[in-house]
T-cell receptor, first 112, second 114 residues
Framework: SQTIHQWPATLVQPVGSPLSLECTVEGTSNPNLYWYRQAAGRGLQLLFYSVGIGQISSEVPQNLSASRPQDRQFILSSKKLLLSDSGFYLC???????????FGSGTQLSVL | AQSVAQPEDQVNVAEGNPLTVKCTYSVSGNPYLFWYVQYPNRGLQFLLKYITGDNLVKGSYGFEAEFNKSQTSFHLKKPSALVSDSALYFCAVRDGNSGYALNFGKGTSLLVTP
């Protein structure tokens, strides 16, 4: 089965600092990959998704960007963090053959 | 664009009673519908999905959901709730005709009391 590795689990960063969150996938090839942000333990907001290397779709305009340099690697970045970037970030991956997403364990980002 | 509404922030149920968590959706193409569960400080876990076929879908841990096209609903149900079912439940939708974006609802917190 698929496994999503996501790190770090917790991150505290000052306003204006850069960000790089990495997500890697095991157990499948050519997955669709997703970055979600969950605010205050509730609703998930879709930030980016990718259907292949170098292919990124952005769902909301924001201070963040995503990249997919390899088939099983998905990176969420920012050049300068804002206070409003704080939240719980989840990476997810899945294939169209079973339409089932596997989620990473998340990164709790606090921007101070 | 597709969207999901979960009208209840919280659902309280006594153990052993049936539970229902509501979800309605909006999508222009074919709805692909999903339920996921999240335990505290964790990622989401897949419960069940509706893509096509039988309107009643059975999933993990005794959960089921019924697809109702006329009411654009996909409510999650379980005949007999357990205390361990207490968690945050998310409904999600994808437009099967276009794109790969999977959009989630805001979540419903289920509390099952002994």
């Amino acid at each position: 089965s698929q496994t999503i590795h996501q790190w770090p689990a917790t991150l505290v960063q000052p306003v204006g600092s850069p960000l790089s969150l990495e997500c890697t996938v095991e157990g499948t090839s050519n997955p669709n990959l997703y970055w979600y942000r969950q605010a205050a333990g509730r609703g998930l907001q879709l930030l980016f998704y990718s259907v292949g290397i170098g292919q990124i779709s952005s769902e909301v305009p924001q201070n963040l960007s995503a990249s997919r340099p390899q088939d099983r690697q998905f990176i969420l970045s920012s050049k300068k963090l804002l206070l409003s970037d704080s939240g719980f970030y989840l990476c997810a991956g899945g294939t169209l053959t079973n339409e089932k997403l596997f989620f990473g364990s998340g990164t709790q980002l606090s921007v101070l | 664009a597709q969207s999901v509404a979960q009208p209840e922030d919280q659902v309280n149920v006594a153990e052993g009673n049936p539970l229902t968590v509501k979800c309605t959706y909006s999508v222009s193409g074919n709805p692909y519908l999903f339920w996921y569960v999240q335990y505290p400080n964790r990622g989401l876990q897949f419960l069940l999905k509706y893509i096509t076929g039988d309107n009643l879908v059975k999933g993990s841990y005794g959960f089921e959901a019924e697809f109702n096209k006329s009411q654009t609903s996909f409510h999650l149900k379980k005949p007999s709730a357990l205390v361990s079912d207490s968690a945050l439940y998310f409904c999600a939708v994808r437009d099967g005709n276009s794109g790969y974006a999977l959009n989630f609802g805001k979540g419903t917190s289920l509390l099952v009391t002994p």
